[in-house]
């Protein structure tokens, strides 16, 4: 089935350090790919998206591209702030009768001052 | 700007109440979604539907039902609530339910069961 792994938190780091969270997923068909984010005490948002293979999905310094030939969607930031300290989810979105988003387990990224 | 409302935010139901957990979008989406977020297991699709009048199940239905009477409201309900339901739950929508559209989520609803 549809399916999605991220690398296993907590991710502990200081600020202006570079950030990799990793994910892969496994799909029929050909998904969209989502990073929401999500604040303390808040829902989630929509961090960035790719629609398509090769797509680079970015916002607020996070990168991440759609790389088909290794079923992957890798969050990257180059200098990390205190105020990134979230919970990140990867996430595939396809259709089955409605939109069907699938979710990793999320990873929870604390930066330190 | 509203978004997507959640009611009630915190919620303790001893086993075997009932509750019913609202939510309301002012957006005009036509897709509405029930989610349970536990911990080390992301988010799990509970109910969704896709338009006033339509339900169906998702991933874990066991337990809930839904009701989607208006466009702008999306109720989840416990009949029977049991400590396996202790969870945070969300609700999301998003205007066309295709592959490449946002969903929107509110802020989430805690629940405990004891």
């Known amino acids: 089935g549809d399916s999605v792994t991220q690398m296993e938190g907590p991710v502990t780091l200081s600020e202006e350090a570079f950030l990799t969270i990793n994910c892969t997923y496994t799909a029929t068909g050909y998904p969209s790919l989502f990073w929401y984010v999500q604040y303390p005490g808040e829902g989630l948002q929509l961090l960035l998206k790719?629609?398509?293979?090769?797509d680079k999905g970015s916002n607020k310094g996070f990168e991440a591209t759609y790389r088909k030939e290794t079923t992957s969607f890798h969050l990257e930031k180059g200098s990390v702030q205190v105020s990134d300290s979230a919970v990140y989810f990867c996430?595939?979105?396809?259709?089955?009768?409605?939109?069907?988003?699938?979710f990793g387990q999320g990873t929870r990224l604390t930066i330190n001052p | 700007n509203a978004g997507v409302t959640q009611t009630p935010k915190f919620r303790v139901l001893k086993t075997g109440q009932s509750m019913t957990l609202l939510c309301a979008q002012d957006?005009?989406?036509?897709?509405m979604y029930w989610y349970r977020q536990d911990p080390g297991m992301g988010l799990r699709l509970i109910h969704y539907?896709?338009?006033?009048?339509?339900?169906a199940k998702g991933e874990v239905p066991d337990g809930y039902n839904v009701s989607r009477l208006k466009k702008q409201n999306f109720l989840l309900g416990l009949e029977s609530a049991a400590p396996s339901q202790t969870s945070v739950y969300f609700c999301a929508s998003s205007y066309l339910g295709q592959k490449n559209t946002e969903a929107f989520f509110g802020q989430g609803t805690r629940l405990t069961v004891v």
């Open positions: 539907s896709v338009g006033e009048g339509t339900t």
């Open positions: 996430a595939l979105s396809i259709i089955q009768g409605a939109q069907k988003l699938v």
């Open positions: 790719a629609t398509k293979a090769d």
């Open positions: 957006m005009n989406h036509e897709y």
